[in-house]
Each structure stands twice: as structure tokens, then as C-alpha cells.
């Protein structure tokens, strides 16, 4: 008799993720200074790298990245004074992709003081992982999983009368809701009904299976609504709705 592998639904875990930290930097300061924050968040931010180098008479300010590496070559008419501001700079980054990939940069002040060289190059600092807590007394995990878009494209010769469909390459996460029994002072079900369903933002989320294996999937998404139901002669109930933004990432 073969035995099923089926995964048990009692036990599935729900997880918040807490954003982590995005690795960044100071250079100069007041008007001259500029912050840079990685892209990317956790502790892979702080391979990054940042140097602001005269090297010569330039006429422009430019910027380069080779790897984790960026490197913003200064402008100068004569090769010794920096004519460079610090949104010479910031322009000259988001105007190279694999530097604008890399980091966002934005003034300390308005822009206009002139920058100075930050040579070696320094690495963006303090990134950490992001970390993920169980959400307390999930009741069950319903319906998640993606649908792609289509459009019916039948024609008046189309084989057999069968309808035809024309997958247009667009995927998008199903919405679904998540109940918990509803406990009032738990930090996660708190920022989950009074902060993130309010700010709109997108954030990690990840559902552990109760194979050998221990198996997960984690996605991005907004909290697309809650609703709290608090009947007279039952327990608190909570309905948190989620609508991914992102595919879904299997471990």
C-alpha cells in the first residue's frame, strides 16, 4: 500500500516580516551632503561600495558601477578645484542604471554645496536581514495562489466551435483572507489592523508547511483590508485580507 506524502494543514505556520534594515551612508553634510541608502534591504547592502573621485579635467560629473562598486568621477575645469554639487552628483547616479539600481541617493540639504572627494572608496553600512515573527492564532490559510490574465481571441473559424483563449503573460497574486482569533495586544495583529492596512505600503509575508522539509513561501503584498467581528457569545474574530503584489518564492 502506498502511503500518501499529503501536507497536514494543522501546524502551518503565518509569518510577518519586519522590513529589515537598508544598508546606507552619509557623505559631506549641510548642503554638500548626500545619503545613500541601498536598494535592497538586510546585510548584502553593505557589499556596496562608494567613491567620489576627482581624476583630472572633466567637464561633466559622471557615474559608473562595476559590480557593487560605484564610482562618481567629479567634475573639474582644472583638475584641482571640485566643481561638483552635491545634485550633480545625485543626478549623475540615477542617470547611470547600474548605479541607480544599486542605491537611491537624496540631498542632506538643497543640493547645491559643492561635494568633496570621499576616496578610498567606503562600504554603505548598519543593513540587516529582515526577520520574520508567527502571527499569533491563525485559524487557517485559505485559497492562496496566482491567476494569469487572458483574452478570448475565438474567431468565426475557430477549430471544432471551441473557444479560444490567448495567455496574455500578465500574472497576478489571488487575494485572500487570513482569520485569526483576535487578541488585542499582539503587536503583529496590531500592526497589521491599525498601521499597515492604513499606510498602503507592501511588505513580506511567508507561510511555512509542516513537511520534513520544512517548506516555505514567502511574497510581498498589502493588507487590502481587516475586519474585526466580536459577537456576543463567541471569541474575537479577525479577518485580514491580502493581496499579493509580487510572485510567490518557494523554498
Keep these: ?61 559622471t557615474a559608473a558601477a562595476v559590480g557593487n562598486a560605484i564610482t ?14 552635491a545634485q550633480d552628483v545625485i543626478d549623475a547616479v ?16 538643497d543640493g547645491t554645496g559643492v561635494v568633496t572627494e570621499e576616496t578610498p572608496a567606503v562600504n554603505l553600512a548598519g543593513g540587516v536581514d529582515e526577520v520574520y515573527s508567527s502571527m499569533a492564532e491563525v485559524a487557517g490559510i485559505p485559497g492562496f495562489g496566482t491567476t494569469q490574465r487572458t483574452s478570448e481571441i475565438t474567431h468565426m473559424s475557430s477549430t471544432d466551435g471551441w ?7 500578465l500574472k497576478e497574486g489571488k487575494a485572500f483572507s487570513v482569520p485569526l482569533n483576535f487578541v488585542a495586544d499582539d503587536s503583529d495583529q496590531v500592526l497589521l ?6 499606510d498602503g505600503t507592501t511588505n ?6 509542516t513537511d ?10 498589502i493588507i487590502q483590508d481587516t475586519d474585526i467581528n466580536h459577537d456576543r457569545d463567541s471569541h474575537a474574530q479577525m479577518t485580514v485580507t491580502f493581496l499579493p503584489t509580487k510572485e510567490f518564492n518557494w523554498a
Design 1 to 61: 500500500m502506498v502511503m500518501s506524502n499529503a501536507n497536514p494543514g494543522f501546524g502551518v505556520g503565518f509569518q510577518i516580516g519586519d522590513g529589515g534594515t537598508k544598508s546606507s551612508f552619509v557623505t559631506d553634510a549641510g548642503n554638500s551632503g548626500i545619503t545613500w541608502e541601498a536598494r535592497i534591504q538586510g546585510i548584502s547592502g553593505d557589499a556596496i561600495t562608494i567613491e567620489l573621485a576627482l581624476s583630472g579635467i572633466n567637464a561633466a560629473t
Design 72 to 85: 562618481v568621477t567629479l567634475e573639474s575645469a582644472d583638475g584641482i578645484a571640485i566643481l561638483a554639487t
Design 193 to 198: 489592523y491599525q498601521t499597515r492596512v492604513e
Design 163 to 169: 473557444v479560444e483563449q490567448l495567455g496574455l503573460g
Design 204 to 209: 513580506n509575508y511567508r507561510i511555512l508547511f
Design 94 to 109: 540615477r542617470a547611470d542604471n547600474p548605479s541607480n539600481v544599486l542605491v537611491t541617493v537624496t540631498n542632506v540639504g
Design 212 to 221: 520534513d522539509s520544512g517548506s516555505s513561501v514567502t511574497f510581498a503584498s
